[in-house]
């Protein structure tokens, strides 16, 4: 089945840039995905990448895709402290009934 | 904007009580998703359900039950809470159009004691 894989955690310093990464296993994947995970909530969904995309950009966030490799990144520039979560990469499963796949989530670590 | 509602944030319940998680989304789409989340082994999906009193099991779907008897409502019935089942729960929907992005509530927490 489909697997997607994530390091567990991640440590930076406030004001540098973030890169968490992703890779997955379904060659048929149409939509990429991130979450954010704050302490005690839900996730919620940062932003999307359709296959077909090598790129998105969306504000301080940097989405980068290589199809070839499987491999997806969440790129966060001028990293907060707010920015402290856990980030969930997911992918769509394309074998039907829009069920999607996440992987454990990593934990991203600001320090002040 | 998009809103998914959970009817408890926290929740305590005794080993052997029936349990209902209810969950209500208002942006009209026709998926709903249950998943538990334990620490080191993310999100695991439950059931969902793409309409109206349809259901499909998850990767975990023993010692649940789902009803979807509304569009915009999805219920999880546990039917005879158990320890093992101490974890948070999350609901989402996603529209069968779009980029099928999932919309979480934020999370029920359930301890069975």
């Known amino acids: 089945g489909e697997d997607v894989e994530q390091s567990l955690f991640l440590s930076v310093r406030e004001g540098d840039s973030s890169v968490i990464n992703c890779t997955y296993t379904?060659?048929?994947?149409?939509?990429l995905y991130w979450y954010k995970q704050e302490p005690g909530a839900g996730l919620q969904l940062l932003t999307y990448?359709?296959?077909?995309?090598d790129m998105k950009q969306d504000q301080r966030l940097t989405v980068l895709l290589n199809k070839k490799d499987k491999h997806l990144s969440l790129r966060i520039a001028d990293t907060q402290t707010g920015d402290s979560a856990i980030y969930f990469c997911?992918?769509?499963?394309?074998?039907?009934?829009?069920?999607?796949?996440f992987g454990t989530g990593t934990k991203l670590q600001v320090i002040p | 904007d998009v809103k998914v509602t959970q009817s408890s944030r926290y929740l305590v319940k005794r080993t052997g009580e029936k349990v209902f998680l209810e969950c209500v989304q208002d942006?009209?789409?026709?998926?709903m998703f249950w998943y538990r989340q334990d620490p080191g082994l993310g999100l695991r999906l439950i059931y969902f359900?793409?309409?109206?009193?349809?259901?499909e099991k998850g990767d975990i779907p023993e010692g649940y039950s789902v009803s979807r008897e509304k569009k915009e409502r999805f219920s999880l019935i546990l039917e005879s809470a158990s320890t093992n089942q101490t974890s948070m729960y999350l609901c989402?929907?996603?529209?069968?159009?779009?980029?099928?992005?999932?919309?979480f509530g934020p999370g029920t927490r359930l301890t069975v004691t």
């Open positions: 989402a929907s996603s529209s069968s159009e779009g980029g099928y992005e999932q919309y």
């Open positions: 379904d060659s048929s994947s149409t939509y």
């Open positions: 990448i359709f296959s077909n995309m």
């Open positions: 997911a992918e769509f499963d394309s074998g039907g009934y829009q069920k999607v796949t």
């Open positions: 942006m009209d789409h026709e998926n």
């Open positions: 359900s793409y309409d109206v009193k349809m259901k």
